[in-house]
């Protein structure tokens, strides 16, 4: 997701709803809308009218609380309701799959917790506009309530609407993902979450108004998440557009100080972001050249942390420093060169991504090719063959480059990551997993995968069922995440658990290709 980029002209922004049809809805995590927002209360719905256009109806609300701004109790505000689907779907507890249980939510109640800021003009028709004074949401802003109930607003795909699903923990039930139905919270335990997002996002606040560089680096950076791991975490988002505004914003600034230390450990953390992640143009045009070359030493730099090796070569791989109309001997793509074949793998990923990032301008895409090229041949670790996968794909590159890649043999590369347990019965494990694969005659692709237990002493356990990946694509790789339900309970104690994947043509017939992950290490408690 670090390629996507939402370029909006002024007249779109005019004549669209934020965030509506074709921009895709971020949803943010607590602390991020409470530093987005400039009003977060509680309304009381009133009535509901219209400005002219179908995305401008509003609803009139009467301030029944407030948690931050001048909005007084009482106060009645005009909000424009665009794309936000109100009505609350069934969900289903598919803890037995022989007989799912539907459960349905109470019914919504006639308030919503709105996260707001003032509204730019829109375009009701040629020549006239809405009028002053009406508020909008931030992305992703409004919370419902349904029987004492909080549910949040996803918008699961791009064009589609935003709809409720149940309020979890923040962040994690934003930032991670929960792949099961969960009990929404209650407005009592919300508005304790609630409040410690106001305290990170004033601890933020107070962070960005020290005026001494060093110090308020420091401090930002303790506000941010932790390092990033390699493999990628297994809890992925599961679904929507997720996006830690808060964490992006303070990164920004630590990187106004430059190719500095606590900018690359900056990049280095595991800040969530989808349609508003790092823009690598903003950071180099001030100084293309003199900022590659620092990005460059870092990443060359052996005994630096790999996380800050991995974000500068990340940062180049964003927005190379292109070669000027009148310089065609910037050699910077075959500097990189000696990064793949670096002692660490995490680097090697990187470099990938960094050098393939050459392949889209036209003096250097022929070096850069040839520098990838023996490099994937000579590539062994499946990590680093998924991540450069996803990588090359990312900058659409042809079967000529992907074909050394990913063929094997038409055999897969695969890879698992550990993820959430069911501690209460030991029988259901979590697992977020990567393969990747080319072979030409099996398009579309279809994919299972089965979960394979083993204790100590040898015992084997199988999961029950197949289960498709949750996440694939036609170009030869594909991520995803599942529950697996073992055919009978794993005991306490460490299982090492693989999966079987399996892959074949046009949704039939059998597999083409299979592949067993390494194992990994579940401890069952």
Request: a negative charge; one cysteine or more.
């Amino acid at each position: 997701m670090r390629r996507n980029r939402m370029i909006l002209g002024l007249a779109a922004l005019l004549a669209a709803p934020a965030g509506a049809g074709a921009a895709p809805m971020e949803h943010h995590d607590l602390a991020s809308l409470w530093f987005l927002a400039d009003e977060i209360v509680m309304g009381e719905e009133i009535s509901h009218g219209t400005e002219g256009a179908e995305w401008n109806e509003i609803t009139t609300y009467r301030v029944s609380r407030s948690w931050k701004g001048d909005l007084a109790v009482g106060a009645e505000i005009e909000v424009f309701d665009d794309v936000y689907r109100l009505t609350i779907e069934p969900t289903w507890d598919w803890s037995d799959p022989e007989n799912p249980q539907r459960i349905d939510p109470p019914e919504r109640e006639a308030c919503a917790i709105l996260f707001l800021k003032p509204a730019p003009a829109r375009m009701i028709e040629e020549g006239r506009f809405t009028r002053e004074g009406l508020w909008e949401k931030v992305p992703s802003g409004m919370r419902i309530l349904a029987g004492g109930k909080v549910y949040r607003f996803v918008q699961m795909s791009n064009p589609g609407a935003y709809e409720p699903v149940p309020q979890g923990d923040d962040p994690q039930d934003v930032l991670v993902g929960n792949l099961r139905p969960i009990e929404p919270m209650d407005l009592l335990t919300f508005e304790g979450e609630l409040a410690d997002a106001k305290a990170k996002a004033e601890r933020a606040d107070a962070a960005l108004a020290l005026t001494d560089t060093a110090t308020r680096n420091r401090a930002l950076l303790d506000l941010l998440p932790p390092r990033q791991t390699f493999p990628p975490r297994a809890e992925i988002p599961q679904g929507g557009f997720p996006a830690d505004a808060l964490s992006m914003r303070l990164r920004e600034e630590i990187a106004k100080t430059g190719v500095t230390d606590d900018f690359l450990e900056a990049m280095g953390r595991e800040v969530v972001g989808s349609f508003r992640t790092w823009d690598g143009r903003t950071f180099l045009d001030p100084d293309r050249s003199a900022r590659g070359e620092l990005l460059l030493a870092a990443a060359l730099e052996a005994d630096r942390p790999r996380q800050q090796r991995t974000a500068a070569l990340r940062v180049l791989a964003d927005m190379p420093p292109w070669p000027a109309e009148d310089d065609e001997n910037d050699p910077l793509v075959e500097r990189l060169a000696p990064l793949l074949s670096d002692a660490d793998p995490w680097v090697r990923a990187a470099a990938v991504d960094a050098v393939a990032s050459w392949l889209g301008n036209e003096e250097w895409k022929w070096t850069a090719a040839e520098v990838l090229e023996p490099a994937l041949r000579a590539e062994t670790d499946a990590e680093v063959l998924i991540e450069s996968a996803w990588d090359l794909m990312g900058h659409r590159m042809k079967d000529n480059l992907l074909d050394p890649l990913l063929r094997r043999g038409r055999r897969l590369v695969a890879a698992v990551r550990p993820g959430p347990i069911d501690p209460a019965s030991g029988a259901a494990i979590v697992l977020g997993y990567e393969l990747a694969c080319r072979d030409s005659e099996s398009e579309p692709y279809y994919v299972s995968s089965v979960a394979v237990a083993t204790a100590a002493d040898g015992t084997q356990v199988r999961s029950s069922a197949e289960e498709r990946l949750t996440s694939t694509n036609t170009q030869g790789a594909g991520r995803g995440i599942s529950s697996f339900t073992f055919d009978e309970p794993l005991g306490s104690g460490t299982w090492q658990v693989a999966l079987e994947v399996s892959i074949s043509a046009r949704h039939e017939g059998p597999p083409r290709a299979t592949a067993t992950t390494a194992p990994i290490a579940v401890v069952i408690p």
